[in-house]
Each structure stands twice: as structure tokens, then as C-alpha cells.
């Protein structure tokens, strides 16, 4: 039973990309996705604190298995086990 299923794109930076990776987690859900800001400025990667630099969404009940049925089937079936966590988490 999948409880919830949370999709993460993180760009690394604000603007045509991240607007871009907004609208392929809203088209893949049908839900409207939640902007994340950076905690910290690295002056190496470019990123200031507070800059929107990903977006999430968080699935559940029936959507959420849909999506991961699509998501394996995808990967044709096969993760390795290196993607699976202590927790009962996983990702790929």
C-alpha cells in the first residue's frame, strides 16, 4: 500500500528551467507544484539564499499508485538496491 508518493525536481536554479520542470510535475499530477527555496548561498554552484531552486508534489491514495505504476514501468520493473533506503523508502 503506497501511503503517499512525493515527485522532486530540483533544478539548481530559478527561472526558465525551474518554470519548465513546474509544468512537467503539473502535467504528470494534475496538481499545481510547491516552489522550494535554497537554505543557503554556494558561490561555487551560483545559488543565493532564499532563490527558488526546485519544486515538489506530493501525491496520495489512487493518483499516487497510478504515477508509480507509470514511473516502474518506465524503469521497466527493475530498480537496483542501491535505490532503496533503511526506512522503507525509495527512489529512482
Known amino acids: 500500500r503506497v501511503h503517499k508518493l512525493v515527485l522532486n525536481c530540483c533544478v539548481g536554479e530559478s527561472g526558465d528551467r525551474l518554470t519548465r520542470a513546474s509544468r512537467v510535475l503539473e ?3 494534475g496538481q499545481q507544484p ?3 527555496k ?7 554552484f551560483g545559488i ?3 532563490e527558488k531552486i526546485s519544486c515538489h508534489v506530493t501525491v496520495r491514495g489512487d493518483k499516487a ?3 508509480l505504476e507509470r514511473g516502474l514501468k ?5 530498480l ?10 525509495f527512489g529512482f
Open 65 to 67: 499508485e497510478e504515477i
Open 34 to 36: 510547491i516552489l522550494s
Open 80 to 89: 537496483r538496491s542501491r535505490n532503496f533506503f533503511d526506512t522503507g523508502n
Open 27 to 29: 502535467q504528470l499530477t
Open 48 to 50: 543565493r539564499r532564499n
Open 74 to 78: 518506465g524503469k521497466e520493473y527493475e
Open 38 to 44: 535554497s537554505r543557503l548561498t554556494i558561490r561555487t
